[in-house]
Nanobody, 124 residues
């Protein structure tokens, strides 16, 4: 059974940093596309970042240059978030997709497994 558990969210001032973690079980992250998505109140869930099975990464334009997605051999995925802005406030979700597509997997519907989310709040 696949399980994804996010952690690392919290309250931070604008300009600060947070590192989100996604602990997985039941899968090998090196064989999946791992993604981070977020959903703010009243808005649709949106793509943030992804790392493919081959290590290729992709980012939403709103976070490029500030956020970095990584993974490790212990089947964890991470999202390092620097220079946070109030508009980054949202519930952040980790997701896994059973795909070996060569390009970054950005579509919400392409992901098969989801965590419960971790809240990130950025104050101005």
């Amino acid at each position: 059974q696949v399980r994804l558990v996010e952690s690392g969210g919290g309250l931070v001032q604008a300009g600060g940093s947070l590192r989100l973690s996604c602990a997985t079980s039941g899968l090998t992250v090196g064989s999946y596309a791992m993604g981070w998505f977020r959903q703010a109140p009243g808005k649709q869930r949106e793509f943030v970042a992804t790392i493919n099975w081959n290590g290729g990464t992709g980012y939403a334009s709103s976070v490029k240059g500030r956020f970095t997605i990584t993974r490790d051999n212990a089947n964890n995925a991470y999202l390092q978030m620097n220079n946070l802005k109030p508009e980054d406030t949202a519930l952040y979700y980790c997701a896994a997709a059973r795909t070996r597509a060569p390009l970054p997997t950005t579509a919400t519907g392409a992901y098969d497994y989801w965590g419960q989310g971790t809240q990130v709040t950025v104050s101005s």
